[in-house]
């Protein structure tokens, strides 16, 4: 027997899990299969009163309640932008421990949102490049700042700045430039790939003295891209410091209707075998070789 899993990180926020819950059921409307939203930390914590009444599912007990079913197939479908260690590290990490009670359960990890090592695929960009659009009203060429959470992966944040470019290409001349950048980042030089942070960007001259468009490379709302969250708590503060800035947040990526079509085709490469991120059986766990 076999479960698909719509897997994020999880949040304490209950706003990121109805999201993640909506993408889920439109995806397996979309599809035809049963998709189950799982988060990996974080939401079982959330009162269920505040998810309709339903408690959140994380993934270790979602994972054994299916296995002592009968499910010893299973596919995660990342709600990912790239190869988070959450994907990478973690997953593997709570796989081995499922299997030491069910030892023949598989586990297969499909790619993320942008899989680096398939084909250019710009409907991400596309779906950024509605968003500036949607946000830019009677704004002529404004700078646009394309911000993420900041990671500590140097290829996470590779694909940030890959769709920096892209969506630089898809806006031309309608802006001023477009830059990636991200919300926080940890301590020390070997972390520096993450700059420039948002909130030294927006003091720069281009950024400054002039209108901004946020585009927000998040998935769902919570604490750090809801209305109050963090993000814009750093726009805020920046216009403060500058009174010719003016900025305008974006709709999250997550939150567009187009994000179901990317996520439909990574569900058919991971059912079918054409491309997973990893494949855990049993006895070892094997990288992606297609």
């Not at 695929?121 to 060429?141: N, S, T």
Request: net charge negative; with cysteine.
């Amino acid at each position: 027997m076999q479960k698909v899993f719509l897997v994020d990180n999880g949040s304490l926020r209950a706003t990121s899990t109805l999201n993640l819950r909506r993408v889920a059921a439109a995806l397996t409307e979309r599809t035809g299969t049963e998709v189950e939203p799982v988060s990996l930390l974080h939401s079982n914590k959330v009162p269920a009163a505040d998810l309709g009444g339903e408690a959140a599912k994380t993934f270790g007990p979602a994972a054994t309640r299916w296995a002592r079913e009968g499910v010893d197939d299973f596919l995660i479908l990342p709600f990912f932008f790239g190869p988070s260690r959450a994907l990478t590290e973690y997953i593997p990490e709570r796989v081995r421990t499922l299997q030491e009670h069910f030892p023949n359960v598989r586990v297969r990890v499909a790619p993320s949102l942008v899989d680096p090592l398939g084909p250019t695929d710009l409907r991400l960009a596309h779906l950024l490049r509605d968003g500036v659009e949607g946000a830019k009203g009677g704004m002529e060429r404004p700078a646009v700042a394309l911000v993420d959470h900041g990671s500590p992966i140097p290829e996470v944040t590779a694909v940030r700045n890959g769709l920096a470019g892209q969506l630089s290409v898809l806006l031309g001349d309608t802006v001023s430039r477009v830059v990636g950048c991200s919300m926080e980042r940890r301590d020390g030089d070997a972390y520096r790939f993450n700059e420039p942070l948002l909130e030294r960007l927006l003091d720069v001259p281009g950024f400054r003295d002039g209108e901004v468009i946020i585009s927000m490379l998040f998935l769902s709302p919570g604490r750090h891209a809801g209305a109050e969250g963090d993000v814009a708590t750093i726009c805020r503060e920046a216009e403060a410091r500058n009174p010719g800035l003016r900025t305008v947040m974006t709709h999250l990526a997550g939150e567009h209707g187009g994000i179901v079509e990317i996520l439909a085709d990574r569900l058919n490469q991971g059912l079918h075998g054409e491309r997973v991120l990893l494949e855990q059986t049993p006895d070892q766990l094997t990288p992606a070789l297609s």
